[in-house]
């Protein structure tokens, strides 16, 4: 297969995962920080108390960020086309747990709320949270994931032996939800020791290193806006009027076998 039908055959793949949900709640067209235009898709499913949120990168690359709000947990998944040029003739995909830091994004019974006046609109957050650095430490063994939350397996079915999670992450999870740290942790296992060389210091790529990976969410709920008015009989009462906006980037960070498969660090100098 040529470089165009294997990129073809990537850009329906990753068009089929979207096709495959339910009708978006929302779909937000959004500028993100490089000028750069994406379709987020944001859709609650109030029964299952989750969230995903997806959008596809003008390169090709497809976003995933899906919130368990029971099990605590946010699972950060990416597809990446390869770079055929340089010797990467399949795609990637990498998904990352972390724990869920509540009021960090609106519930989904409110998401499932939300209604869009002006769907053409070009979406700008309100506030920027930044850019909050992640190392992983820990690989998430597939057939143990449901214990940390049974949504991993499926969204990340395609990423089994590149899901990752750190022992931090898991004791905040443990501590959220009372769940046993013991339980949770035996569903991973020890990456290697941080004794090698960051990807982007080595000109190797077929030596280890330690991988970093950006994943930025240009616009989502963060949180609700509240207003003050007076009932009928003229008692001043508090309402839902809105919603605040955000935008965070998160930088991976995570032991790969090979440098060829981080080779986007080159730009990370």
Request: charged share 25%; net charge positive.
């Amino acid at each position: 297969m040529d470089i165009f039908n294997k990129s073809t055959f990537l850009l329906v793949y990753i068009a089929t995962i979207l096709a495959q949900r339910t009708v978006a709640q929302l779909v937000v067209n959004v500028k993100n920080k490089g000028g750069e235009i994406v379709i987020e898709n944001i859709n609650a499913n109030v029964t299952d108390d989750t969230i995903i949120l997806e959008f596809q990168k003008s390169d090709g690359t497809y976003i995933c960020q899906f919130i368990d709000f029971k099990s605590g947990v946010q699972i950060f998944k990416s597809l990446v086309l390869g770079e055929e040029e340089r010797g990467q003739s399949q795609y990637q995909v990498m998904c990352f747990i972390t724990r869920f830091i509540n009021n960090e994004f609106i519930s989904s019974d409110a998401m499932s709320k939300l209604r869009q006046k002006n769907p053409s609109a070009i979406r700008h957050p309100e506030d920027d949270k930044g850019r909050e650095p992640h190392q992983k430490d820990l690989l998430v063994n597939s057939e143990r994931s449901h214990l940390l939350s049974p949504h991993i397996n499926k969204i990340c079915n395609d990423a089994k032996e590149s899901t990752y999670t750190s022992e931090a992450d898991l004791k905040a999870i443990s501590h959220s939800t009372d769940r046993e740290y013991y339980q949770l942790s035996s569903a991973t296992h020890k990456l290697q020791p941080y004794t090698v060389p960051k990807c982007n210091e080595t000109a190797e790529l077929w030596r280890s290193c330690l991988c970093s990976y950006e994943i930025c969410i240009g616009w989502y709920p963060c949180g609700l806006k509240y207003c003050k008015g007076k009932d009928s009989a003229g008692k001043i009462v508090s309402y839902r009027c809105g919603i605040k906006t955000c935008q965070k980037c998160r930088m991976f960070q995570y032991y790969v076998k090979q440098k060829l498969l981080c080779l986007w660090d080159d730009n990370n100098l």
